[in-house]
């Protein structure tokens, strides 16, 4: 995006160093590296990233109204309900797609949020080793209102630990070992002095949870939540498993609630410019004359699982629940970064914290995803290069 950052980098790229920095970014965790790492930063002027930066503030002022949790009510389906909901979500996510108006000028679009954490250790890690091999200049920086790596990183203790002991807090997850993400997991654990627990390991006393840590059964008194509960409801064979729906005396950082709150479900409650028009399906009394324009999502689901780009009427009138699925207008994808073989597409994810007492979340950290595939996700950009996970390096 910064035309002449990005000559110099590809310039100077060659295969050796690249291989030189994925060694670098594989031994943070050798074997645990699942995704494919991307051969170049994203560099982003600082107009892009302040429109990315005031629509965020116009949706965290919806987030934080008096009456979202009114609105958000629905959002939550029925089964997952965890009770000791807080009044805010310790993390939030907002992606936004680098994406080209009618003008043919680059602007942000927002694809997704979540009130759900991220790779926030392991992107601390990758921002570092990133800045290194792309030989970044002064003057730009990964990190947001004026946090560095050490500020960073002591906030995301502060908000996770806090004055509990390591051994009475757990990163939960189901099954961590084979999830894409772990890398993040054993970056948790080598950061904070946590552990990681699967869910079929907890084990439920009286209105306690507990786990077994090296023979000792120890209490959990706070849950870092990784566990998604519409991954959860696709696993089989899972036996006789802790329900967390039952009032545990633990604390939630962030509460799962929050994970359906801020989500595909808030959008159709944002107006803002670089938010792409999004309907309830349900409440369309007309379907738009241009559908060809616009993509179906279903309101439960996660990493772009369900999603109808090519949507037709047909389509709509298979779906018996509308009420779980929101119509959104397409954006289109800037073909931005230059690569040798062919451009590639980009996304920036923004990290929000948003510690107690704070009145609302603050911007710290990105990641950055590039694609050359219809949607961004390693999934979908198969036998590609200069494509997957990436850090974005805003100019100060």
């Known amino acids: 995006m910064q035309k002449e950052l990005r000559r110099q980098f590809n310039q100077s790229f060659s295969i050796t160093k690249y291989e030189a920095y994925l ?3 594989q031994a943070l965790q050798p074997g645990a590296l699942d995704f494919r790492i991307a051969e170049t930063p994203v560099f982003v002027p600082k107009a892009f990233t302040q429109k990315m930066l005031d629509a965020c503030e116009e949706i965290i002022d919806v987030i934080t109204h008096p009456g979202f949790d009114t ?43 979540q009130g759900f ?9 990758h921002s570092a080793i990133t800045k290194e091999y792309a030989s970044l200049p002064e003057g ?27 051994e009475n807090i757990i990163l939960l997850e189901i099954f961590p070992e084979k999830q894409k993400t772990r890398i993040d997991f054993y970056s948790t654990e ?25 023979g000792s059964l120890v209490e959990i008194k706070r849950i870092y939540n990784r566990l998604i509960f519409d991954d959860l409801q696709q696993q089989k064979d899972l036996g006789n498993i802790v329900d967390l729906t039952q009032p545990w005396l633990v604390e ?34 007309q379907l738009p004359a241009d559908l060809e324009n616009y993509v179906l999502k279903p309101l439960f689901s996660f990493a772009g699982m369900g999603v109808l780009i090519d949507v037709t009427a047909a389509d ?20 931005v970064i230059e690569t040798p073989d062919g451009p590639a597409k980009a996304e920036i994810r923004l990290f ?8 609302r979340p603050q911007a710290v950290h990105n990641l950055a995803r590039l694609s050359k595939g219809k949607m961004i996700g390693t999934r979908y950009n198969k036998d590609k290069t200069w494509v997957g996970g990436s850090v974005a390096f805003f100019e100060q």
């Not at 680059?106 to 997704?112: D, N, V, Y």
């Not at 929050?258 to 399906?281: D, G, M």
């Not at 929000?352 to 009145?359: D, H, I, L, P, T």
């Open 23 to 25: 060694q670098q970014v």
């Open 71 to 113: 609105l958000t009510q629905r959002a939550i389906p029925k089964n997952v309900q965890v009770p000791g909901e807080k009044s805010w979500s310790e993390f939030v996510v907002f992606d936004f797609g680098v994406c080209e108006n009618t003008a043919g000028e680059l602007e942000p679009q927002l694809i997704e949020m």
């Open 117 to 125: 954490p991220t790779l926030f250790a392991f992107q601390a890690f």
């Open 140 to 166: 730009y920086s990964a990190y947001l209102n004026g946090y560095n790596e050490d500020t960073y990183l002591q906030l995301l203790k502060e908000i996770i630990v806090g004055d509990l002991p390591p």
């Open 190 to 214: 080598k950061l904070l002095g946590i552990k990681t627990v699967c869910l079929t390991q907890l084990i439920g006393k009286e209105d306690k949870l507990f786990y077994q840590n090296e």
């Open 252 to 285: 939630w950082v962030p509460h799962p609630n929050w994970f359906y709150r801020i989500s595909k479900y808030t959008l159709p409650l944002i107006h803002n410019a670089y938010v792409p028009a999004t309907y309830y399906l349900n409440e369309i009394k």
């Open 316 to 335: 709509i009138e298979k779906i018996t629940d509308p009420q779980n699925w929101i119509l959104q207008r397409k954006v289109k994808y800037a073909d």
């Open 352 to 359: 929000y914290f948003w510690k107690k007492g704070w009145a």
